[in-house]
């Protein structure tokens, strides 16, 4: 009878477990409705052109993961609903369900991955500096003594800190609610430096009012690859993620997405990030890895 009752047991927990790993697709399916995170000011990754009318990178991405959402649901008139998000409420709105998908500028790291699942790697970035041309920074060692800014909710803050501990500069670390909030610290001079993804950092200078007062400087103090959220335990909505990128990977249709994004004019200013390709990510484009930070 214990035997049984085991076995029962385990059958049932086999069950529940199949049951919310098709949760998601079964979610949209059956409230005729996914719903898309964005950021505000993630430049090219997902920012605002106009008021609610996100565009970017990372929104190209989940715009194609909703396209094979309605092939796969076959609901060609799926509706999609747009939430905005920041560094900090982002895995929360994942994994209470609330947001389907978040592409954006997310670190993949071992951290994260104990609360969501990650498609695959689709860049990769470091931990940089953004100063005022007349502040005369040129790398960490400058900072000693001084005030600096990086966003709530990133792994950079917690970069910045480990090395502020290891180096002994006695910077004070300020956070901010979102990348234009930290900007802003910067441009107001109540901070000497915003430390972030080089990325988003090099956008925020190319649509800032004068892009020529500011410049990224120092060494990335690590790399690391940025991808998309969903929810955790559910291999259905996670291969169809991954195989909707993989297929852009392979097609050369997300090395043209590139091209758009990071090689050429983007709004709202018609300025041109010209940022190559990294190694890492050309790589990725034949691994297909979904390897997180550590």
């Not at 029962?8 to 086999?14: F, K, S, Y």
Request: a neutral charge; one cysteine or more.
């Amino acid at each position: 009878m214990k035997f049984s009752a085991l076995m029962a047991a385990v059958l049932l927990t086999a069950v529940a477990t199949g049951a919310q790993a098709a949760d998601t697709l079964a979610k949209i399916a059956a409230s005729g409705k996914i719903t898309l995170a964005y950021r505000e000011s993630s430049v090219p990754f997902s920012y605002l052109d106009g008021p609610n009318k996100p565009i970017g990178f990372a929104v190209e991405l989940s715009n194609a993961v909703v396209d094979a959402v309605r092939k796969k649901l076959n609901k060609p008139n799926l509706e999609v609903a747009l939430m905005p998000v920041t560094s900090q409420n982002r895995i929360p709105l994942i994994t209470n369900g609330t947001i389907d998908l978040e592409c954006g500028s997310t670190t993949n790291n071992t951290a994260r991955g104990k609360d969501v699942a990650f498609a695959v790697n689709h860049f990769y970035t470091g931990t940089r500096l953004l100063v005022k041309k007349s502040s005369h920074i040129k790398d960490y060692a400058d900072l000693k003594g001084k005030t600096i800014v990086s966003t709530t909710g990133t792994t950079n803050v917690l970069v910045m800190r480990k090395y502020n501990e290891e180096k002994k500069l006695g910077m004070d670390i300020v956070l901010a609610k979102d990348h234009d909030d930290s900007f802003l610290l910067v441009q107001s001079d109540r901070a000497a430096a915003f430390a972030m993804d080089d990325i988003l950092l090099f956008g925020l200078i190319a649509n800032s009012k004068d892009p020529g007062d500011y410049e990224v400087v120092g060494e990335p103090l690590q790399v690391e690859p940025y991808a998309c959220m969903l929810p955790k335990d559910d291999p259905a909505f996670k291969k169809l993620v991954d195989d909707t990128f993989i297929g852009l990977m392979k097609s050369g249709e997300f090395e043209k997405m590139y091209t758009k994004w990071f090689m050429s004019p983007i709004p709202p200013k018609n300025t041109s990030l010209n940022l190559p390709m990294s190694p890492q990510l050309k790589e990725n484009l034949k691994a297909f890895s979904d390897k997180p930070a550590t």
